[in-house]
T-cell receptor, first 111, second 115 residues
Framework: DAKTTQPPSMDCAEGRAANLPCNHS???????VYWYRQIHSQGPQYIIH???NNETNEMASLIITEDRKSSTLILPHATLRDTAVYYC????????????FGKGTRLHILP | NAGVTQTPKFRVLKTGQSMTLLCAQD?????MYWYRQDPGMGLRLIHY???????AKGEVPDGYNVSRLKKQNFLLGLESAAPSQTSVYFC??????????????FGAGSRLTVL
């Protein structure tokens, strides 16, 4: 699986859009980008995933660059409850592989 | 539908003692994973399983053993606990089908302290 690089921490004002970047420059053509988040000490929670096209669901939007070497997770209207560690991983969708998490980005939502 | 259930939630061990963490899922998922998370750190994969009767090593497998005798259960064993194994352990499972999103579902975690 490709490795990912994320900034260790970010701040965002409450009510603003939070844009979390992820670099995955060695991603292969059939690897998906997945985002998870971990609130405090809870188990991580799935947010969104995508292959090439931009994706949106009730939680967030995922923007993947045309060359697929980086992506951005967008939380459109951040709230205090979005304070968490956000993990970006890449993997083949249906392969029995190791799923390796990095250290993620710690997002602080400022009131 | 309980999802992924881990037992116990908390445990304190003395160095050298053994114990088993149980992960149970009721979603008929093929894949199951054990991670550990140390303070301020990300998740590190210990062992994983792609189906009943199969296991494989992850990033940090030393000092742990696993078994997947039943599809719904994935056991993580510590034969001789060490203080370095003090951590929070998370189990996860996922579907393996090509039409599924193959999303990981995590348990709530098991906090283990080794004195």
């Amino acid at each position: 699986d490709a490795k990912t690089t994320q900034p260790p921490s970010m701040d965002c004002a409450e009510g603003r859009a939070a844009n979390l970047p992820c670099n995955h420059s060695t991603i292969s053509g059939n690897e998906y980008v997945y985002w998870y988040r971990q609130i405090h000490s809870q188990g991580p929670q799935y947010i969104i995933h995508g292959l090439k096209n931009n994706e949106t669901n009730e939680m967030a939007s995922l923007i993947i660059t045309e060359d697929r070497k980086s992506s951005t997770l967008i939380l459109p209207h951040a709230t205090l409850r979005d304070t968490a560690v956000y993990y970006c991983i890449v993997r083949l969708r249906n392969r029995d592989d190791k799923i390796i998490f990095g250290k993620g980005t710690r997002l602080h939502i400022l009131p | 539908n309980a999802g992924v259930t881990q037992t116990p939630k908390f445990r304190v061990l003395k160095t050298g003692q053994s114990m088993t963490l149980l992960c149970a899922q009721d979603m008929n998922h093929e894949y199951m994973y054990w991670y550990r998370q140390d303070p301020g750190m990300g998740l590190r994969l210990i062992h994983y399983s792609v189906g009943e009767g199969t296991t494989a090593k992850g990033e940090v497998p030393d000092g742990y053993n696993v078994s997947r005798l039943k599809k719904q259960n994935f056991l993580l064993g510590l034969e001789s606990a060490a203080p370095s194994q003090t951590s929070v352990y998370f189990c996860a499972s996922s579907y393996a089908g090509i039409t599924g999103a193959n999303v990981l579902t995590f348990g709530a975690g098991s906090r283990l302290t080794v004195l």
